[in-house]
């Protein structure tokens, strides 16, 4: 259940929005409510809801002011209530990210549309940085699902996007981060840091992963052999695609192919690619 805290000074609308809106049917549950920012932040510090519905005039403290504070307290997301004469007011708060402004009176429809966007993008937060945490070992051979990354690109710097996009376009040619920086117009120890704050891997660690686990797909398929598989993956020199494969998966490409986890890889991937849906 999603935990909801409205913060409105006008008892009318705050009670409406309290005990009026279907809330169990949206899968949310309004953990308080206040009259003010300042109690509104108070009770965020003590609840840690998962969303802030907030007006943005109130006294003591307005809602966008509550918002940022609460903040750098923790992650959440906010929903702004507003009136016609201060929506453009309510827009220039966009620095904050917050997630959508509602004109009042509140639309249930659109409020139930707004909330279950944001439980999509909780879930899919949830893979994001399950996925992160899985990567951070490189003893073992962990899936790169690059879709997941780009899944989440609101969460990315931009030129690390576009340097995952080339990996996984372009896996197959001759890749470098120094390359990739200059086409992007920023230096390589720039990218670099970028790259491996957002991942936790460094920018070889992820191409030779995602290169590795497109050799164990064509290897399922049979219809190449070792070396042509090599060649396919961007590996310039078949004794360097066995070294990196079997550090990787810990295991020669025949070993690999033998031992029949090439199956059950390709089922993690799906599984993978399945949750972030």
């Given at each position: ?218 290897l399922e398929t049979g219809k190449c052999r070792i070396y042509e598989i090599s060649d396919l993956t961007g590996f310039s020199e078949y004794k360097n695609f066995c070294n990196v494969f079997k550090k990787y998966t810990g295991t020669s490409p025949t070993d690999f192919m033998k031992s029949g986890n090439c199956a059950v890889v390709i089922n993690q991937s799906k599984e993978v690619i399945e949750d972030m849906?």
């Amino acid at each position: 259940m999603l935990k909801v805290l409205v913060v409105e000074d006008e008892e009318i609308i705050r009670r409406g929005l309290v005990h009026t809106v279907d809330w169990l049917s949206m899968g949310c549950t309004v953990v308080g409510d206040a009259g003010d920012g300042q109690e509104g932040l108070q009770l965020i510090q003590q609840l840690r809801p998962d969303l802030v519905i907030t007006d943005i005039r109130m006294p003591v403290m307005n809602g966008i002011e509550m918002v940022e504070q609460a903040l750098r307290i923790f992650p959440l997301h906010s929903i702004i209530l507003t009136s016609y004469s201060e929506f453009e007011y309510a827009k220039r708060a966009i620095s904050l990210k917050v997630f959508e402004y509602l004109l009042k009176p509140v639309d249930e429809v659109k409020l139930a549309g707004v909330i279950e966007n944001i439980k999509r993008e909780i879930r899919q937060d949830k893979v994001f940085d399950d996925i992160i945490k899985k990567t951070k070992n490189i003893d073992e051979f962990n899936l790169i699902a690059l879709d997941v990354y780009l899944f989440a690109e609101n969460k990315l710097n931009y030129y690390v996007s576009e340097t995952i996009k080339r990996i996984k376009n372009d896996y197959h040619q001759k890749l470098s981060i120094e390359g990739i920086a200059d086409e992007l117009g920023v230096s390589p120890s720039y990218l670099s840091r970028k790259f491996k704050e957002a991942t936790s891997q460094t920018f070889l660690d992820i191409l030779y992963k995602y290169r590795i686990q497109k050799a164990v797909e064509l290897l399922e398929t049979g219809k190449c052999r070792i070396y042509e598989i090599s060649d396919l993956t961007g590996f310039s020199e078949y004794k360097n695609f066995c070294n990196v494969f079997k550090k990787y998966t810990g295991t020669s490409p025949t070993d690999f192919m033998k031992s029949g986890n090439c199956a059950v890889v390709i089922n993690q991937s799906k599984e993978v690619i399945e949750d972030m849906k």
